[in-house]
């Protein structure tokens, strides 16, 4: 299921996940090809497309990481490198090139794609390159059953938890008769599959679940079997296209003045250049549920950050990465790979760079808590449990209303 995806899922992945270190080291007896001493990060997050929106925190996020972790005295011994990539939306893809050329700079670690749907398309590349793939915001299931060799993770919550706390607040509200329309991509299917079921679970009907093609000139005929069915509230899973079809959606008699309408981390964002009134809108995103605000003034100093999601989470990724580096004594993807689920779980609480490394040289195990908040790991290198804020909009800029927490139910 997913959060950020984009592009259709054209492969199925393999039976299980080889994420958790246990695996990765039994796999290989812990012998590693050893690293060159520099461990450098590759940014794939998008500059263009669709989620264009979501770049400017993010790769703020991956620069205050690695600035964090240099002023410490970098990672064995030696500053970390950063080389940026724009991973755009699947549409056109160009994500595939820009990773070539992130491998020919002897990358260790690749933070991203922000979309699901890109990043399975360049996981295969990745992984079977032997450097890590690290998401802060890819949220589709699918990647907790997909065979990465040990050498995926990410630090958004998987969408089997976005899905049913979405649902919940739907049919809390009052909702009973609900549309669900969605991207039809490895994102975008995933989570509202995930939302149906949970309204169902609920008690309350699906008026109509309709998935649309994202790269479509215009959404009339969703749009329109969407009024057809009169419900009495819509989940919108969407991307940037959300500015093409609420008008469509106003036209009809069912826009966010008419009918709750609620939005999901694909598309919540700042719409103040559009010239619709989404008050009353509301939607969930992954978020700490007690936001640093002296990080957050810190992503702010990029005059194009006006969004933080997935800022935490980049970050996040990068001193994760950074301290698995350290733990293994090696900074080659495959090492790193083996140790990152043991940073962030069953050992002594830290939650800065210096002092986690500190306890690493000194011989202890360290539990790592972020930016993001608790970061611990399942061995397929997925989150055990996630924070969302509950968002609403006031015209065409929304605020945090309120905060829920869940653990990730488990998926077969």
Same mark, same amino acid.
């Given at each position: 299921?997913?959060?950020?995806?984009?592009?259709?899922?054209?492969?199925?992945?393999?039976? @299980?996940?080889?994420?958790?270190?246990?695996?990765?080291?039994? $796999?290989?007896?812990?012998?590693?090809?050893?690293?060159?001493?520099?461990?450098?990060?590759?940014?794939?997050?998008?500059?263009?497309?669709?989620?264009?929106?979501?770049?400017?925190?993010?790769?703020?996020?991956?620069?205050? *990481?690695?600035?964090?972790?240099?002023?410490?005295?970098?990672?064995?011994?030696?500053?970390?490198?950063?080389?940026? *990539?724009?991973?755009?939306?699947?549409?056109?893809? &160009?994500?595939?090139?820009?990773?070539?050329?992130?491998?020919?700079?002897?990358?260790?670690?690749?933070?991203? +794609?922000?979309?699901?749907?890109?990043?399975?398309?360049? &996981?295969?590349?990745?992984?079977? *390159?032997?450097?890590?793939?690290?998401?802060?915001? %890819?949220?589709?299931?699918?990647?907790?059953?997909?065979?990465?060799?040990?050498?995926?993770?990410?630090?958004?919550?998987?969408?089997?938890?976005?899905?049913?706390?979405?649902?919940?607040?739907?049919?809390?509200?009052? *909702?009973?008769?609900? /549309?669900?329309?969605?991207?039809?991509?490895?994102?975008?299917?995933?989570?509202?599959?995930?939302?149906?079921?949970?309204?169902?679970?609920?008690? =309350?009907?699906? /008026?109509?679940?309709?998935?649309? /093609?994202?790269?479509?000139?215009?959404?009339? +005929?969703?749009? #329109?079997?969407?009024?057809?069915?009169?419900?009495? =509230?819509?989940?919108?899973?969407?991307?940037?296209?959300?500015?093409?079809?609420?008008?469509?959606?106003?036209?009809?008699?069912?826009?966010?003045?008419?009918?709750?309408?609620?939005?999901?981390?694909?598309?919540?964002?700042?719409?103040? +250049?559009? #010239?619709?009134?989404?008050?009353?809108?509301?939607?969930?995103?992954?978020?700490?549920?007690?936001?640093?605000?002296?990080?957050?003034?810190?992503?702010?100093? %990029?005059?194009?950050?006006?969004?933080?999601?997935?800022?935490?989470?980049?970050?996040? $990724?990068?001193?994760?990465? =950074?301290?698995?580096?350290?733990?293994?004594?090696?900074?080659?993807?495959?090492?790193?790979?083996?140790?990152?689920? #043991?940073?962030?779980?069953?050992?002594?609480?830290? @939650?800065?760079?210096?002092?986690? +490394?500190?306890?690493?040289?000194?011989?202890?195990?360290?539990?790592?808590?972020?930016?993001?908040?608790?970061?611990?790991?399942?061995?397929?290198?997925?989150?055990?449990?996630?924070?969302?804020? &509950? %968002?609403?909009?006031?015209?065409?800029?929304?605020?945090?209303?309120?905060?829920?927490?869940?653990?990730?139910?488990?998926?077969?």
């Amino acid at each position: 299921m997913t959060a950020c995806g984009a592009e259709d899922d054209s492969s199925d992945g393999g039976e @299980t996940s080889g994420s958790g270190s246990e695996e990765s080291s039994e $796999a290989s007896g812990g012998d590693f090809p050893e690293g060159d001493g520099v461990f450098t990060v590759g940014s794939l997050l998008p500059q263009t497309g669709d989620l264009a929106f979501l770049g400017p925190p993010e790769f703020q996020g991956v620069d205050l *990481a690695i600035e964090d972790i240099n002023a410490a005295g970098g990672v064995l011994g030696q500053d970390v490198v950063g080389i940026k *990539a724009d991973s755009g939306d699947g549409t056109p893809d &160009i994500a595939g090139a820009e990773v070539d050329n992130l491998l020919a700079e002897d990358v260790d670690t690749i933070i991203g +794609a922000a979309a699901s749907g890109v990043s399975v398309s360049v &996981i295969d590349k990745i992984t079977g *390159a032997g450097v890590v793939q690290f998401s802060p915001a %890819n949220t589709a299931a699918g990647f907790d059953t997909y065979d990465d060799g040990g050498l995926y993770f990410r630090t958004a919550p998987s969408d089997v938890l976005q899905g049913e706390i979405l649902a919940n607040l739907v049919v809390e509200d009052g *909702a009973s008769n609900v /549309a669900i329309m969605g991207r039809q991509d490895f994102y975008g299917e995933g989570l509202s599959e995930r939302v149906q079921e949970v309204v169902e679970e609920k008690g =309350a009907s699906v /008026a109509d679940f309709v998935l649309y /093609a994202a790269d479509a000139q215009n959404f009339t +005929a969703e749009v #329109n079997q969407i009024a057809a069915s009169e419900p009495d =509230a819509l989940v919108m899973v969407s991307f940037n296209e959300t500015t093409k079809i609420i008008p469509q959606l106003i036209s009809k008699g069912i826009g966010p003045q008419d009918i709750p309408i609620y939005f999901v981390d694909g598309n919540l964002a700042d719409y103040s +250049a559009e #010239n619709f009134d989404l008050t009353g809108v509301k939607g969930t995103a992954p978020g700490a549920a007690e936001p640093d605000p002296d990080f957050e003034d810190r992503l702010r100093e %990029n005059p194009d950050v006006d969004d933080l999601t997935y800022g935490a989470e980049s970050y996040d $990724a990068v001193v994760i990465s =950074a301290l698995a580096a350290i733990a293994a004594g090696n900074d080659s993807g495959e090492a790193i790979g083996s140790e990152i689920v #043991n940073i962030t779980r069953e050992g002594t609480k830290c @939650t800065e760079f210096e002092e986690c +490394a500190q306890l690493l040289e000194d011989g202890e195990d360290i539990d790592y808590d972020g930016k993001s908040g608790p970061t611990d790991m399942t061995d397929s290198g997925s989150l055990v449990a996630g924070t969302y804020g &509950i %968002n609403e909009y006031d015209g065409n800029t929304y605020e945090r209303i309120d905060t829920v927490s869940g653990v990730v139910p488990e998926t077969s």
